[in-house]
């Protein structure tokens, strides 16, 4: 709202009367507001427009003429009024119906302050509940607002149809359908029958029916379908009047109605009369405009009547499929788009139909292998290639029938004629047909597919003549309903006879052949997790000969390692989800969930044996590698039995205690690291699945000093992993004193890496500490705060989060036994009640710490628990907190010094001004005492700083806190600043109303305040150059209009009956080159018939070019100027050094090199000497003297000419 204000007090002194009446009432209205000590709120700014609303009226001002003071009212109601709570609407809405609703009649003459009436009454309709709809003066308004939705100006009526979309699309709850839509539709039913009744007056009627339809068209689906048979009736009627678009209109909304409409909406002799009535009058093959909603109208009635009546529809199908099928001819691809659409409605109704229809389909999938070879049909080849993946999907996707054996015969004859089409040269729809192959692929299975279309890639096909089909391999690689049992009895002899072939081309030194037989081989395998989606052939399949190949390709060959892996993760998860019915699981093999829980029943009998092969290859991968062998562990060890966990369980922890003792004695020695690493990982993985004894003796190998005090930091880190994950699970009982005094003790051996995941469990244990133990909370207060420091941001954000844990667990209450805290005197050790503010006081004991480096960890630690608990603590500790951080203002230390100003910053945005407000005698001098100095940007945050405060404080207030001087003249010149951002910024918007640009933030609310400029006066240094080449248009394409057309081929003669569809083309009509077609536009000498290549200093300005495009992204980077954007969307710097002005001085001085030798090539190329067009093109020509020569003829124009002094004059009769 203040965004939208702020554009409006702009215009205080605009010469416009419209725009200046608006912003003088609102200037008023915030004078008011400032004498009455009244907060701007939306209610607030809502309420006095409707006072003065009220004054207005009463004084009978009810002009509406520009700058009067009604419309203006009306627009800032309008303004404020979507930002008002529903619920201060819903207490005046008879004070609001008692003023705005008898203004109608005078406002329709009025079109600004009709549309602001309106902007008015959609947030009131939208806020009000059910009961008080039924209001009269509300009702009243309503129908005035449905009368607008015809009205002859188009904004008005744009705004009265928005309006009512926007009510009949919010119902108040729990209603589905806003009581007020039964009303709508038989308005617009009445308004129709008055459209057909008058149609003798064709443009009026037209014209009306044109702006009726447009308010149909977003708001019919918010209508009651009870309303929908009537209206489709009408509709049909609106044709008559002999308006193309009307026509076009109304067929787009009644397929619109059909296509939405539930079973049994419509009455099916509705739908029957739709259909004659609209087949009666088919458009012309040519129509490109009427024709597309036309066909789409035709398919959506028969959908919807195929949902009312299967059985009668199938009888309409024939005659609707031959209406429609022409129009598969047409040259406009919107057309050919529509009758897809329908013509797959069409074959939808067939499928859902008894099987006794079936010879319906058979003689659909002729008609359109027949198209495939039409001369007639070759510009629609793509939408019959989508025609056919359409059917394949109605026949094997949802709604599945058993189908007749000539269908699947003629339909595998299909598929197989369009992959022969695949494979023909000249074919240029390869993508359309590989997308109708992979909708076979998924809904026939390759089983069935591959026995229609061999693969032919082994040498014996490529010598039989049979044409290869390698196309196919990548289309295995998705869902499909063929069993796992043929790819272990198809693919996988076939990829070893390729591994054969691989092997032996490696050894006869052919490389190229090896990587293709490499690269089919990995196709292949890509496939196997396809065959994995529950699969009902499991128990059969997965055999020991089949295991142990899966076994060693998971050893021996790392390239197929990732498709075995998710294969065999898929077999457990899409088994587990089908047995416990979870929807939206992916079923391609129709398996119900008996069988699937038959297959989970076997996987666990062979999970123990997996595990072990797992557990080896997880041992023998990389670190960075591990992550996908850990999921398929995860996987099986879900349905590993608990005695095989516990086994598993006790091998893993041996192998850790052998190789962590070794590490101990030794000192040395990466293996036993990297085998205790892997250890813990493979700990981590089976964490979840652990019973309560495993996870309680695992706790406390985790807990030892070896372990959390090991060298390699790879092994605290997983340490504390484990023992944080345990904690939080709350299947082991952890005592929180034992463990944290364990952990004290491991403090000296902790590597600065394993900080974040010590962190995570400190704030684990911290919700376990009973309220009766806070005196455990103080010890961690100083690692937690020295935490905030760390070079590693997620270190910090966990030290954070761990600060905060520990505040919370204060607020929550409870006792603090002083008395068992180390350090603390006998007279001071009493007892102490939990609270923020407590913990607020231990905290900011660090600021007496002896380094500047803790001070400035506690202030931050402190701005950010000020941050968190704003509305928890006292304003007594708030003061304390403010006043004790301002002397550290006065501080040397820099370090010290911007903690305190992120404080500062952070208190500005989060206190009350009335707490601020005493200090800024001392706050003032103090941060002016650092606003010139440019050291880690103090002179910037300062700015910043004053910024804000000029927000929440008026000028005078700061200003009189800055004393006289120079100190003054700081804040003089940061106000100069923000009001000439904030002219330009108005000039901008007035200039082009775009949208600003958001600001980047970090993500984290409190990075955002502490770290976030949002400067208003950033870029007011530096003026903006306004200047640049404006794109130019994108030239039209030469090509864009030339269509279809058959291509020639020289070398053989063109059946135009048959196999057209090979030589179809959409490139430009120029021939093919043919070799050494270009050699004759090269220049060439006459005598020796060589290529004459001319110079060209065209390519040094082309690297030229280059070199600016390419080096401006790396200097924005590298030079002083640049800057890096972290991982948070925070903004570092680079810093000023020495090498870098260096390296920018010497680029400036190559720079101007370049640019003076470019200027002195384009002053030699552009010197022309005087006669040149007379020069002869191939002969020498006579001796020059000076460059000129001796014999030219000149006219007398040309040599008369004076340009550049007496040396270069020559004369008209004299000597040259």
Same mark, same amino acid.
């Given at each position: 709202m203040e965004q939208a204000l702020a554009k409006i007090r702009l215009h205080t002194s605009s010469s416009l009367p419209h725009q200046k009446t608006p912003a003088s009432l609102?200037?008023?209205?915030?004078?008011?507001?400032?004498?009455?000590?009244?907060?701007?709120?939306?209610?607030?700014?809502?309420?006095?427009?409707?006072?003065?609303?009220?004054?207005?009226?009463?004084?009978?001002?009810?002009?509406?003429?520009?700058?009067?003071? @009604?419309? !203006?009212? =009306?627009?800032?109601?309008?303004?404020?009024? &979507?930002?008002? +709570?529903? $619920?201060?609407?819903?207490?005046? /809405?008879?004070?609001?119906?008692?003023?705005?609703?008898?203004?109608?009649?005078?406002?329709?003459?009025?079109?600004?302050?009709?549309?602001?009436?309106?902007?008015?009454?959609?947030?009131?309709?939208?806020?009000?509940?059910?009961?008080?709809?039924?209001?009269?003066?509300?009702?009243?308004?309503?129908?005035?607002?449905?009368?607008?939705?015809?009205?002859?100006?188009?904004?008005?009526?744009?705004?009265?149809?928005?309006?009512?979309?926007?009510?009949?699309?919010?119902?108040?709850?729990?209603?589905?359908?806003?009581?007020?839509?039964?009303?709508?539709?038989?308005?617009?039913?009445?308004?129709?029958?008055?459209?057909?009744?008058?149609?003798?007056?064709?443009?009026?009627?037209?014209?009306?029916?044109?702006? @009726?339809? !447009?308010? =149909?068209?977003?708001?019919?689906?918010?209508? &009651?379908?009870? +309303?929908? $048979?009537?209206?489709?009736?009408? /509709?049909?009627?609106?044709?008559?009047?002999?308006?193309?678009?009307?026509?076009?209109?109304?067929?787009?909304?009644?397929?619109?109605?059909?296509?939405?409409?539930?079973?049994?909406?419509?009455?099916?002799?509705?739908?029957?009369?739709?259909?004659k009535t609209v087949m009666a009058f088919p458009p012309a093959k040519t129509d490109t405009t009427f024709a597309p909603s036309w066909i789409e109208l035709l398919g959506d009635a028969m959908a919807s009547y195929s949902a009312a009546d299967a059985s009668s529809c199938v009888g309409q199908v024939d005659s609707v499929w031959k209406t429609v099928w022409p129009f598969l001819e047409s040259s406009d691809a919107s057309v050919r788009k529509a009758t897809v659409h329908s013509l797959d409605l069409l074959t939808r109704c067939v499928v859902l139909a008894d099987a006794s229809e079936s010879s319906k389909l058979a003689d659909i999938i002729s008609q359109i292998a027949k198209a495939l070879t039409s001369l007639s049909h070759a510009p629609a080849i793509p939408d019959l290639l989508s025609l056919t993946s359409a059917i394949l999907t109605n026949l094997y996707g949802k709604g599945k029938i058993e189908t007749d054996v000539v269908v699947e015969r003629r339909l595998l004859a299909l598929v197989s004629q369009i992959g022969n089409l695949r494979t023909e040269k000249g074919f240029e729809y390869k993508e359309a047909a590989d997308g109708t192959l992979s909708t076979a692929m998924r809904m026939l299975g390759p089983e069935v597919l591959l026995d229609a279309l061999p693969l032919n890639l082994e040498p014996e096909d490529r010598q039989a003549g049979l044409e290869p089909r390698a196309f196919l391999l990548p289309l295995l690689a998705q869902p499909h309903p063929s069993p796992l049992s043929h790819f272990v009895s198809y693919f996988v002899p076939l990829s070893e006879r390729m591994f054969d072939l691989q092997q032996k081309a490696e050894t006869e030194g052919r490389q190229s052949e090896a990587k293709v037989w490499n690269v089919l081989i990995s196709q292949i395998w890509a496939g196997f997790p396809s065959y994995c989606h529950g699969t009902p052939d499991i128990k059969e399949t997965l055999n020991a000969s089949f295991s142990q190949l899966i076994s060693q390709l998971l050893y021996g060959q790392p390239e197929l390692r990732s498709p075995v892996l998710r294969g065999l993760k898929l077999i457990v998860d899409s088994n587990v989800a089908l047995a416990n019915s979870v929807p939206d699981t992916l079923n391609p093999a129709g398996i119900t969930s008996e069988q699937a829980t038959l297959n989970v029943t076997f996987l666990q009998t062979q999970a123990e044996s997996w595990e072990a092969v797992l557990f080896n290859v997880f041992g023998s991968v990389g670190r960075d590698t591990r992550g996908q062998v850990g999921?398929?562990?995860?996987?099986?060890?879900?349905?590993?039995?608990?005695?095989?966990?516990?086994?598993?369980?006790?091998?893993?922890?041996?192998?850790?205690?052998?190789?962590?003792?070794?590490?101990?004695?030794?000192?040395?020695?990466?293996?036993?690291?990297?085998?205790?690493?892997?250890?813990?990982?493979?700990?981590?993985?089976?964490?979840?699945?652990?019973?309560?004894?495993?996870?309680?003796?695992?706790?406390?190998?985790?807990?030892?000093?070896?372990?959390?005090?090991?060298?390699?930091?790879?092994?605290?880190?997983?340490?504390?992993?484990?023992?944080?994950?345990?904690?939080?699970?709350?299947?082991?009982?952890?005592?929180?004193?034992?463990?944290?005094?364990?952990?004290?003790?491991?403090?000296?051996?902790?590597?600065?890496?394993?900080?974040?995941?010590?962190?995570?469990?400190?704030?684990?244990?911290?919700?376990?500490?009973?309220?009766?133990?806070?005196?455990?909370?103080?010890?961690?207060?100083?690692?937690?705060?020295?935490?905030?420091?760390?070079?590693?941001?997620?270190?910090?954000?966990?030290?954070?989060?761990?600060?905060?844990?520990?505040?919370?667990?204060?607020?929550?209450?409870?006792?603090?036994?002083?008395?068992?805290?180390?350090?603390?005197?006998?007279?001071?050790a009493v007892e102490a009640t939990a609270t923020i503010d407590e913990y607020l006081t231990m905290v900011a004991g660090g600021l007496a710490g002896s380094t500047p480096h803790m001070i400035s960890a506690t202030i931050t630690a402190i701005s950010r628990l000020v941050f968190e608990f704003k509305d928890s603590l006292t304003n007594t500790m708030k003061n304390e907190i403010f006043t004790t951080l301002l002397v550290f203002l006065s501080s040397a230390n820099r370090e010290i010094v911007k903690s305190v100003l992120g404080y500062i910053k952070l208190s500005i945005h989060t206190y009350p001004p009335n707490l601020i407000q005493p200090h800024l005698k001392e706050l003032v001098p103090a941060l002016l005492t650092w606003s010139h100095d440019h050291k880690n940007h103090f002179k910037s945050k300062v700015r910043h700083i004053f910024e804000r405060l000029l927000r929440r404080f008026s000028w005078d207030e700061v200003y009189s806190a800055a004393g006289e001087g120079e100190a003054s003249k700081v804040l003089v010149n940061i106000k100069k600043r923000k009001e000439r951002a904030k002219r330009r910024k108005a000039n901008k918007e007035e200039d082009d109303e775009e949208v600003s640009k958001v600001k980047p933030t970090a993500g984290d609310a409190f990075e955002d305040i502490l770290y976030g400029s949002e400067s208003e006066v950033d870029a007011s240094d530096d003026e903006e150059g306004t200047g640049g080449n404006r794109s130019k248009p994108r030239a039209k394409d030469k090509n864009q209009a030339q269509g279809m057309r058959l291509r020639a081929d020289d070398d053989e003669p063109m059946d135009l009956l048959q196999g057209v569809a090979s030589r179809i083309t959409t490139a430009s009509t120029n021939r093919r080159r043919k070799p050494g077609q270009d050699a004759t536009h090269f220049k060439t000498d006459e005598d020796t018939g060589k290529m004459v290549i001319d110079e060209s200093d065209d390519e040094d300005d082309a690297q030229a070019a280059n070199d600016v495009s390419g080096t401006a992204y790396r200097e924005s980077i590298t030079s002083v100027d640049g800057y890096t954007r972290g991982p948070n969307g925070r903004i570092k710097f680079n810093k000023d050094t020495k090498k870098r002005r260096r390296d920018n001085e010497d680029l400036d001085m190559m720079d101007v090199d370049e640019n003076e030798q470019s200027q002195s090539k384009q002053k030699r190329r552009t010197s022309v000497n005087l006669g040149h067009e007379f020069k002869a093109k191939r002969a020498g020509g006579d001796v020059k003297k000076g460059g000129v020569d001796p014999y030219a003829y000149l006219t007398l124009s040309q040599a008369s000419k004076k340009s550049g002094g007496r040396k270069n004059r020559i004369g008209v009769a004299s000597k040259r």
């Open positions: 609102l200037t008023a209205l915030e004078s008011t507001f400032e004498e009455q000590s009244t907060e701007p709120s939306p209610t607030a700014y809502f309420a006095a427009l409707l006072t003065t609303l009220d004054g207005t009226l009463q004084k009978k001002e009810t002009t509406l003429n520009e700058g009067d003071v @009604l419309p !203006a009212e =009306l627009y800032l109601l309008a303004l404020v009024a &979507p930002f008002v +709570s529903t $619920s201060v609407i819903r207490a005046n /809405l008879s004070a609001i119906l008692a003023l705005t609703s008898p203004l109608f009649p005078s406002l329709l003459n009025h079109a600004p302050p009709l549309r602001s009436q309106l902007s008015l009454y959609q947030v009131l309709l939208v806020s009000i509940d059910r009961p008080k709809l039924e209001t009269h003066g509300l009702r009243q308004s309503f129908a005035s607002i449905l009368q607008l939705t015809t009205d002859p100006r188009p904004k008005v009526r744009k705004k009265a149809t928005e309006v009512v979309k926007d009510v009949l699309s919010r119902p108040p709850p729990p209603l589905l359908i806003h009581p007020y839509a039964e009303r709508v539709a038989e308005w617009c039913r009445s308004a129709l029958v008055d459209i057909n009744k008058n149609a003798s007056s064709k443009s009026q009627g037209a014209e009306n029916a044109i702006h @009726l339809l !447009a308010f =149909l068209q977003p708001t019919i689906s918010r209508f &009651p379908p009870s +309303s929908y $048979s009537t209206l489709a009736v009408l /509709l049909l009627n609106l044709p008559r009047l002999g308006n193309p678009y009307v026509s076009q209109l109304s067929y787009s909304i009644l397929s619109g109605i059909f296509s939405q409409s539930d079973d049994g909406t419509f009455d099916k002799n509705v739908i029957t009369e739709v259909l999921e398929v562990i995860t996987s099986w060890a879900g349905i590993t039995s608990e005695q095989e966990i516990h086994k598993a369980f006790l091998k893993v922890v041996d192998l850790l205690k052998q190789n962590i003792g070794k590490i101990a004695l030794d000192n040395q020695g990466s293996n036993e690291e990297n085998i205790a690493i892997t250890a813990l990982d493979l700990l981590l993985l089976l964490l979840s699945y652990l019973s309560s004894t495993d996870m309680a003796a695992l706790f406390q190998i985790c807990l030892s000093s070896e372990v959390l005090c090991a060298k390699d930091n790879a092994i605290q880190k997983r340490a504390y992993k484990i023992l944080t994950k345990l904690t939080e699970s709350g299947k082991t009982a952890v005592d929180p004193e034992a463990v944290l005094k364990e952990l004290d003790e491991a403090s000296e051996g902790l590597t600065s890496a394993a900080k974040k995941d010590r962190f995570n469990l400190y704030t684990a244990l911290i919700l376990l500490i009973p309220s009766s133990a806070m005196h455990l909370i103080p010890p961690l207060i100083p690692e937690a705060v020295l935490g905030t420091k760390e070079t590693s941001d997620k270190a910090r954000n966990a030290a954070f989060e761990f600060i905060i844990a520990m505040g919370q667990k204060m607020s929550k209450g409870g006792i603090v036994r002083r008395d068992m805290l180390e350090g603390m005197d006998d007279d001071s």
